[in-house]
């Protein structure tokens, strides 16, 4: 019986097996090339340490230590499937990631003991005979290598006969324990036992013999399922491990074929590649295609594209997308598998799969960031107003350009929408970890569901009072620009229920030139309908223009201002913002330094809202913050500057 959590994964793991099957046949693939572990060599490994037996009349002896440059091509030669961290791996052929002398002991030498192989006994005698002698060597030669190809240096063995080297992929005794234990693995582990039976195949639906720690064993390539965890408990505390195989029960030819699958994943559809990380987790992306030859075109298009480097979207780079969608919107799904790595990177923990994504909505996103990135609201000129002098390009290229650290790292012009609902869900000591509702909204949109308004609001608002209790202008007008264009992007997508946008238009060909019609005109353009929210953005922009003067007119720092302590913490209601107004008219008299066309727009809003505050405490609060750092968006009337300045 299939429990409810693993039907979650049966659209993906029945995509995984038509993608391994569909490349078993496409590159020819055997035994050893399926299970070897090519991808995670291909990702770090740029040079290999052999150790080489020679034979003679008394059997192989040692010989010497040789380094030579890893081989793509040769990786069914050399023969390596990790397996525990602590433990030896499938074969005799390890990964230095830690002291040489160590990774030979554990790995190497520690791999022949108690083998009942003729040929594996000699090696065994060789190598403790001249273990002081290998080390010394297997240092040196480590040690010659430059620093910058160091990490994951493979050290593997060879055995020479008549002047002939042959890798112990070449050697059947090798190549026939890497078949047994692999299929052993599907159905046998160490901390539990044995589990296999007679049954109905989960994914193929055939009858015979079924394996039940097929997902678990395939963490030696990373792939086992958070949700499939033979050896823990987990959610189901009666569940009887030995049983595993009648919860997900998968023949040995779908095992197999899932390991191809995932092979291929990890080759060509897992990112972001290399050094990048998509904000705390990796993820496949896995083609899940209506007719089978379209796989063809589909492989051409993916291996070409393998090695460039997908730092700007979700996906890919547009030119590679294109190719992907072009005619083919009704045959090919997507699914996305989001994935922390755990047990040192044994296994994989799944964050979140999103079903059935169309390659043409992943467009509309691009589309859809690069329409809403070049508004009027966030050009170079009004960035220059609102934030500072200096800025250099739309508010996204300049936060690429010229921002800080924090504000640069993982934004691109194809994911800005993802990088701003990660700032708004942050994963830290001092932020607190908000990685489930970072996903939750990321898969929303990936997957065309709608995103609560309340929700969205309530995390803008926490870090903006965040900035503005902590003083930080300029932090707080980044997150208040942050908010808006994520809100615009998401209401553009039509993700906000009840929530449209207007006509856009530039504010320079609002009719008319009085602040009025530019902020009547601003309303309308960018979806501020409701009444509350206006008045609250209204009070806002008055608010801001105090703060000013008294900076000006008292030399006071941000934040440092008398009026700030009149602010509440932003933490706003109706009747707040409504006491705000003569608070902040009746300073500027003080000043003298009335701003008559502002209190027009303010006393104008409030009225309008008197009968209709129907927006909650945070919403309030938020548009509030808006007005407060869009306000010099509307200062361009000389009349005006000179009435405000």
């Known amino acids: 019986m299939v429990n409810t959590k693993d039907r979650i994964g049966k659209k993906m793991l029945d995509a995984i097996k038509e993608l391994g099957d569909y490349v078993k046949k496409r590159e020819r693939l055997g035994d050893i090339e399926t299970f070897v572990d090519k991808a995670k060599l291909d990702k770090n490994t740029k040079q290999v ?349 300049g936060l690429r350009l010229i921002g800080k650290n924090e504000d640069r790292k993982g934004l691109s012009k194809n994911n800005w929408f993802v990088k701003f609902t990660r700032d708004f869900f942050p994963s830290s000591k001092t932020e607190g970890t908000h990685d489930k509702y970072f996903m939750d909204v990321v898969s929303s949109i990936l997957s065309r569901k709608p995103i609560d308004k309340d929700f969205m609001i309530s995390a803008f608002v926490d870090r903006i009072r965040s900035a503005y209790k902590e003083r930080d202008g300029y932090r707080l007008k980044l997150l208040c620009l942050k908010a808006l264009m994520l809100y615009l992007f998401v209401v553009k997508m039509n993700l906000l229920r009840g929530e449209k946008m207007g006509e856009e238009k530039t504010v320079e060909e609002t009719e008319g030139e009085d602040l009025e019609s530019k902020v009547k005109q601003f309303f309308e353009e960018y979806g501020f309908h409701n009444p509350a929210k206006r008045a609250a953005f209204s009070v806002g922009m008055l608010v801001d223009y105090l703060l000013w003067v008294q900076r000006s007119e008292r030399g006071s720092g941000y934040g440092e201002e008398p009026f700030w302590s009149n602010l509440y913490g932003l933490i706003l209601d109706e009747k707040k913002i409504k006491g705000l107004f003569p608070k902040a008219l009746s300073k500027l008299r003080q000043y003298r330094k009335g701003y008559s066309a502002l209190e027009t727009v303010v006393s104008k809003y409030l009225a309008e809202a008197e009968q209709d505050w129907n927006i909650s405490n945070d919403e309030t609060s938020y548009y509030f913050a808006l007005g407060m750092t869009l306000r010099r968006l509307f200062s361009k009337n000389k009349e005006e500057k000179k009435e405000e300045e």
Request: aromatic share 14%; with cysteine; proline share 3%.
């Open 49 to 397: 340490l052999c150790i080489v037996f020679q034979h003679t009349e008394r059997g192989f002896s040692y010989k010497s230590i040789i380094q030579e440059e890893y081989d793509p091509r040769k990786a069914s030669l050399y023969l390596y499937r990790g397996g525990s961290s602590r433990g030896i791996d499938t074969l005799p052929s390890a990964l230095i990631t830690d002291k040489v002398e160590k990774t030979f002991r554990n790995k190497i030498a520690r791999w022949f003991k108690d083998k009942d192989e003729a040929l594996f006994r000699m090696i065994a005698e060789e190598l403790e005979k001249n273990r002081d002698k290998i080390e010394r060597k297997l240092i040196e030669r480590y040690k010659g290598i430059p620093k910058e190809e160091r990490r994951n240096v493979l050290i593997t063995l060879k055995l020479e006969e008549n002047g002939n080297e042959k890798y112990i992929g070449e050697i059947y005794v090798f190549k026939n324990v890497l078949v047994q234990d692999t299929v052993r693995s599907y159905y046998f582990l160490d901390s539990i036992g044995e589990s296999r039976g007679e049954g109905i195949c989960y994914l193929c639906g055939n009858s015979g013999e079924i394996y039940g720690f097929v997902l678990p064993s395939l963490r030696s390539s990373g792939f086992g399922l958070s949700f499939s965890t033979a050896d823990k408990r987990g959610f189901s505390p009666n569940f009887i491990q030995e049983n595993h195989w009648k919860e997900i029960p998968i023949c040995e030819y779908c095992a197999r074929t899932l390991e191809t699958g995932k092979r291929f994943l990890d080759d060509n559809l897992s990112f972001p590649k290399k050094r990048f990380n998509f904000f705390g987790c990796e993820y496949y992306v896995i083609p899940k295609i209506i007719f089978g030859e379209l796989f063809d075109e589909f492989y051409d298009i993916v291996t070409y594209y393998k090695d460039k480097e997908y730092v700007d979207g979700l996906l890919s780079e547009e030119d590679y997308l294109e190719e992907i969608v072009k005619d083919k919107e009704d045959v090919v799904r997507l699914i996305f598998l989001f994935y922390t790595q755990k047990g040192g990177g044994k296994y994989i923990d799944i964050v979140r799969c999103v079903e059935d994504v169309l390659p043409s909505w992943i467009k509309e996103m691009y589309d859809c960031q690069d329409s809403v990135k070049k508004m009027d609201i966030f050009r170079e000129d009004n960035m220059q107003k609102m934030i500072n002098k200096g800025w250099v390009g739309n508010f996204v290229d």
